[in-house]
């Protein structure tokens, strides 16, 4: 960011973009911009003085256009003044997998340039300047609008320092209809690429906000053209900062660190603009990280040991005198936590909580038994227990909760207060940890409202699994560990599959497989759930393409958490990766389950009404537990409605379930929606269920969830594997 306003430039102008933009859809009246449109835009360039022609668009879907053929005449005729595009359906390294070459009718004196990039955390950094495509040497756009030789294939930075405001971009309806003066193009390479607002061709560069694709390849051409790009990595920067930051810290007992932490940051950073503007890159991140990760600890470290150790309100030691004290060893720390501190705190009035918490010392002093009694600020307190009076615990804590009975008296103010105890009698971890443990047992007691509880070795490694979740899912799913299994679902009246449903799995490499239930509620409290849904929803959608590629047109279900229909950008998210995969929006259904916050929720509301406006079939999922209610029946207007998998599995042995699952059938057929009963683990059940009139089923009996391959290679053996 720094770069991209400091040391801002102009690109040369050598490059202009002529766009398939909003002006142009526009004029054409918002028609598809068909084959005949492109063979214009190329006969206009090629009549032009334009020194060559970057076309940014696949044609692999349009060959079969009937007027197909002029096209590639019209990119046959301009021979090697025109660059075709060569995307893959991915790129990693220096390789781009499953290229996508340009239709022979092109011709074979057209140039053939590579599109593709890497991300990284969501932005654009590097491009390449060749990659290996099918043993082959494919050049980029970047190094062939740069004229750069090429032997070998090699990714290079990008120059942020360039203005994407200063590129030159002409509409392409101008070109077409001659409006444009042809000389404005004399000389100038022409990238010819989609810019108008709904083109999925966007993304992130850093510094700056979401550019089209072509803009990256112009600005990484830029780059070249001024010499060779040199990335020095993130190391030697950090080696710096790691050397300086301890060189401060031994100087006159780091008094000035706090000075040389500025000026190394300063310097770093100042090295980094001035290297940029010689096309040399230093990543100083990972170092400008390391040296505020140290001042913050200094601080900190700084901010302890000169804060009092006595608290001010009791007069007794505080926290930070219990966990500064020689090891605990083999004593239990006790915590006692006043339950509603902040609400009395809140209540009485004047100095009243400074008697509140005098009464409560006193009455805590009498189990504490000689040994010393800590509080902290917010009403917590605790003290240790020596191991010989390890059998004595519960006792003492029971006789506490007597002496709690009894209400305090604050002037005239008669309180009723409740106290909480925690124990770890652990003798693993330091004093700091061992007296978080203890509070985080108190807390567990006021939450199952108990006398006290234990810290337990099951609570410490639910804890480390819960504050490392968020690394763990962002590694899980950068290597694989999450992925997604797909079930079968069959019409129960012909045993005809007419869909899959799409469910996460997630394999740790030490924990073994974890149940969905757990990690998906872990996910939607940690904030992780929309990347999680989207990463699912990309792997349906693009295995739903897959499939109908192959024959195969049968419907895909995603499961969507209703916590993410807040989210404004969530529709248009979706639509970029149906087009992305042109698969079409009737295909995909989405499941929703948590009714009530659709209910509550203004933005939910309108954000499902978008995605059935937009085609997409919209499901109640696990109907007749949690949420879902008549109520939500009337606020979506459903496509199908699946019942619970508890009531299936039970219907043949309870006749109340039975009379749900028969019901909920009549409601989904009266409403105009399709039945889809889940969990059927036999053929009994999916004979009942055909005899009740439901349309659809799924379970172990048709079908268990299974990898995307094992699911089309059955799909594909025979058409008989497609009937239940």
Not at 348 to 375: F, M, N, Y
Request: proline letters at 5%; hydrophobic letters at 45%; a neutral charge.
């Amino acid at each position: 960011m720094a770069i991209s306003r400091i040391a801002a430039r102009p690109v040369s102008g050598d490059t202009v973009i002529v766009a398939l933009d909003d002006k142009t859809l526009q004029a054409i009246g918002g028609r598809d911009f068909d084959i005949n449109h492109h063979r214009r835009l190329v006969r206009a360039i090629d009549a032009s003085p334009a020194r060559r022609l970057f076309i940014d668009f696949s044609y692999e879907r349009r060959v079969r256009d009937r007027d197909f053929p002029q096209f590639a005449a019209a990119v046959r005729h301009m021979g090697p003044r025109i660059v075709l595009a060569v995307p893959s359906a991915s790129f990693a390294g220096n390789t781009a997998n499953m290229p996508l070459w340009p239709d022979r009718g092109f011709g074979r004196q057209a140039v053939q340039g590579f599109i593709g990039w890497e991300y990284e955390f969501w932005q654009v950094w590097k491009v390449p300047l060749a990659v290996r495509a099918d043993g082959r040497l494919l050049p980029s756009f970047a190094s062939i609008l740069a004229n750069r030789p090429i032997d070998h294939p090699a990714n290079f930075a990008l120059d942020l320092s360039y203005d994407p405001d200063t590129i030159t971009q002409y509409s392409a309806i101008d070109i077409m209809s001659g409006k444009l003066d042809p000389n404005l193009l004399r000389g100038k390479d022409v990238i010819f690429a989609p810019t108008s607002a709904a083109s999925p061709d966007q993304h992130y560069l850093p510094g700056h906000d979401k550019v089209h694709g072509a803009y990256i390849h112009l600005i990484a051409s830029e780059a070249l053209k001024r010499g060779e790009p040199v990335d020095i990595g993130w190391l030697p920067a950090l080696a710096l900062a790691f050397v300086a930051s301890l060189a401060a810290l031994a100087w006159q007992n780091g008094r000035r660190y706090g000075l040389v932490a500025i000026g190394l940051t300063f310097a770093l950073i100042t090295a980094k603009l001035v290297s940029s503007l010689s096309l040399v890159t230093i990543q100083v991140g990972a170092a400008c990280f390391l040296i505020a990760a140290i001042t913050a600890n200094v601080s900190r470290n700084r901010r302890r040991s000169s804060a009092q150790r006595e608290n001010p309100v009791s007069g007794l030691p505080n926290f930070e005198a219990l966990r500064s004290q020689a090891s605990f060893g083999s004593a239990t720390v006790i915590a006692a936590k006043v339950v509603n501190f902040e609400d009395l705190a809140a209540f009485i009035p004047g100095d009243g909580i400074g008697k509140l918490v005098e009464q409560v010392t006193r009455r805590l002093q009498l189990a504490s038994q000689g040994t010393t009694l800590h509080h902290d600020l917010d009403g917590t307190f605790a003290w240790l227990v020596p191991y010989y009076q390890h059998s004595q615990i519960e006792g003492q804590l029971a006789g506490l909760a007597a002496l709690f009975n009894a209400p305090l008296t604050i002037g005239e103010l008669r309180v009723d207060v409740a106290i909480a105890f925690g124990v770890n009698d652990e003798f693993e971890g330091s004093n700091a940890q061992r007296l978080a443990a203890a509070l985080v047992a108190a807390e567990r007691a006021i939450r199952t409202r108990s006398l006290w509880t234990k810290y337990t070795s099951r609570q410490k490694e639910d804890a480390g699994w819960q504050l490392s979740f968020h690394s763990q899912l962002e590694d899980a799913l950068t290597g694989g560990d999450i992925w997604v299994a797909f079930q079968p679902q069959y019409q129960i009246a012909t045993r005809q599959l007419v869909g899959v449903e799409a469910l996460a799995r997630w394999t740790h490499p030490t924990r073994g497989p974890i149940p969905p239930d757990e990690f998906i509620v872990q996910a939607e409290k940690s904030q992780d759930i929309y990347r999680l849904t989207l990463f699912v929803m990309d792997q349906a959608i693009r295995s739903a393409a897959q499939l109908r590629d192959r024959g195969m047109p049968i419907n895909m279900s995603v499961n969507l958490s209703a916590t993410l229909l807040d989210h404004s950008d969530l529709v248009g998210t979706i639509r970029v990766m149906l087009t992305a995969h042109h698969l079409p929006p009737e295909a995909l259904t989405i499941e929703i389950t948590e009714t009530a916050q659709i209910e509550n929720s203004r933005q939910a509301r309108q954000t499902l009404a978008q995605l059935r406006r937009t085609g997409i079939r919209l499901s109640i999922d696990d109907y007749g537990t949690g949420q879902s209610n008549l109520e939500y029946l009337t606020e979506v207007e459903a496509d199908e409605i699946k019942i619970d998998k508890r009531f299936v599995m039970t219907m043949r042995d309870s006749q109340r379930n039975l009379e749900v699952v028969k019901s909920t059938i009549d409601l989904a057929h009266r409403l105009g929606a399709v039945a889809v009963a889940e969990g059927i683990e036999d053929a009994e059940t999916m004979t009942l269920l055909g005899q009740l009139g439901c349309d659809v089923g799924q379970g172990y009996h048709l079908g268990k969830p299974q990898l995307f391959s094992e699911l089309a290679a059955t799909l594909s053996a025979s058409p008989q594997n497609r009937t239940a």
